[in-house]
């Protein structure tokens, strides 16, 4: 339980997510890592250059922060806080309460995540300078995938987990296992 409550803390080094847009006209992909405080660039100036691609089409500036960067660390460090408390003065059974609300609080994230992409996407200023319609005449959004791979025009998105996001799953992984392997023991000793 112990190695489970702390890999969440990597989230603190390694990024959490990445975004890649490929296209003909960049032979070097953009990208940009999302980490629980910060957005970063995959390559040098990626972040400023898909700023201003977005700019004609009328998306948001990706912004230098976010509210939820705030948020996200207090969540970590407190979420880790109790986890020790559970690991070193409770019985297994408080293992599976703590994998439990690391489930929903992960939940939560990936739909808040969802939320800023879609109005990222969608919620374009009707004063662009390119604007682009689907068939049936309504504007287009240009919403990257909360998972996997999506084109958007001459673009494919890319989105996936990075080595945080890995080490939260394994974190919360273990924190189930030592929860089985509790359960399983106390079964014994009663046999």
Do not use: C
Request: no cysteine; net charge neutral; proline share 7%.
């Amino acid at each position: 339980m112990l190695i489970g409550v702390l890999l969440p803390l990597l989230l603190f080094v390694f990024p959490l997510w990445k975004i890649t847009l490929e296209a003909p006209q960049y032979p070097t992909p953009l990208g940009m890592y999302i980490h629980i405080n910060d957005f970063s660039d995959a390559n040098p100036h990626d972040i400023k250059n898909i700023n201003l691609m977005n700019h004609y089409v009328g998306m948001k500036y990706i912004p230098e922060a976010i509210p939820e960067f705030k948020i996200f660390p207090i969540g970590i460090i407190s979420t880790t806080i109790i986890g020790l408390l559970i690991a070193f003065k409770a019985k297994h059974r408080w293992y599976l309460y703590w994998f439990v609300l690391m489930i929903l609080l992960s939940t939560a994230g990936l739909y808040d995540f969802y939320l800023w992409e879609h109005d990222y996407g969608h919620d374009l200023d009707p004063k662009a300078i390119m604007k682009f319609t689907n068939p049936d005449g309504s504007v287009m959004g240009f919403q990257p995938p909360l998972f996997g791979s999506k084109d958007i025009l001459n673009f494919k998105a890319h989105s996936y987990p990075q080595l945080g996001a890995f080490s939260l799953a394994l974190g919360m992984g273990l924190s189930f296992v030592a929860y089985l392997l509790g359960k399983k023991e106390l079964k014994n000793s009663k046999a």
